[in-house]
């Protein structure tokens, strides 16, 4: 096996697990974070559980973006 091939696969395997703690970072903390902050603000008593954390989180994140993006384009118009 030529050296090239060795440090290739070393490379990818690199990126790949960067890759995955990158996507575990933005699901782990930015959706479900944030899901997980709006129920208990809203529902102080429940314990949320994670799919009801990454829902909340995906419909916060998803009206933030369609809010910014509808303000952006009422001030640039």
């Not at 603000?41 to 009206?63: N, Q, S, T, Y």
């Amino acid at each position: 096996m030529p050296l090239g091939d060795i440090a290739g696969e070393a490379v990818g395997g690199v990126l790949r697990v960067a890759g995955r703690i990158l996507f575990e970072l933005i699901v782990e903390l930015a959706i479900k974070g944030m899901g997980h902050v709006l129920i208990r603000i809203l529902r102080p008593k429940a314990e949320p559980g994670e799919m009801a954390c990454a829902l909340v989180g995906l419909l916060f994140w998803a009206l933030l973006i369609t809010v910014g993006i509808v303000v952006h384009q009422r001030a640039v118009a």
